[in-house]
């Protein structure tokens, strides 16, 4: 569900270049007197399209969202306690640092894995940034085999506060 969202919405803004103009032009048709009934049809489209659009960008999110952290929250009450959380922008993937235990919380929703990393079992880390306007891939290499490398796309704005939190889990 998440990667279905994630490739609808460009699809839907650029299908705002078309429905826009077309809802406006009905708009006026309708309001001036115009009794064809072409403009009240395009009127109920329109904004069945603008209905849509805040479905697949508000509301989808938020269930997704709301799904993801349901799953954090079981960890929570059992006295996880994050300092710092890295989620993915498809809210697909989570990862949660809880630096007294020493523990990531890694979840990821495709396949239903959750599970505990230690520290330790971290090798490496890093923040890819492919290309300037895309999300940022943190990336936290394992010395577990089944889980050598976990992957979260982040949202690019939280760049510099993601690194400055990982320096200050890992170090440098």
């Not at 395009?42 to 799904?67: E, I, S, T």
């Amino acid at each position: 569900m998440q990667i279905i969202w994630y490739m609808l919405r460009p699809f839907y803004m650029l299908g705002l270049w078309v429905v826009v103009p077309l809802f406006l032009i009905a708009f006026f048709a309708v309001r001036g007197g115009n009794h064809d009934p072409v403009g009240p049809v395009l009127l109920v489209l329109g904004l069945g399209y603008f209905a849509l659009g805040y479905w697949l960008l508000k509301m989808v999110p938020d269930a997704l969202n709301r799904r993801l952290f349901a799953r954090v929250d079981k960890f929570k009450v059992n006295g996880f306690t994050p300092r710092w959380e890295a989620v993915s922008v498809m809210y697909n993937r989570y990862v949660g640092f809880a630096p007294k235990t020493r523990q990531a919380l890694y979840i990821d929703m495709n396949d239903g894995s959750e599970r505990f990393i230690d520290f330790d079992d971290v090798t490496e880390w890093e923040l890819e940034q492919q290309r300037p306007n895309h999300p940022v891939l943190l990336k936290l290499l394992t010395r577990l085999p089944d889980l050598p490398v976990i992957g979260v796309r982040i949202n690019r704005r939280f760049y510099d506060t993601s690194n400055s939190h990982l320096k200050a889990i890992f170090g440098s």
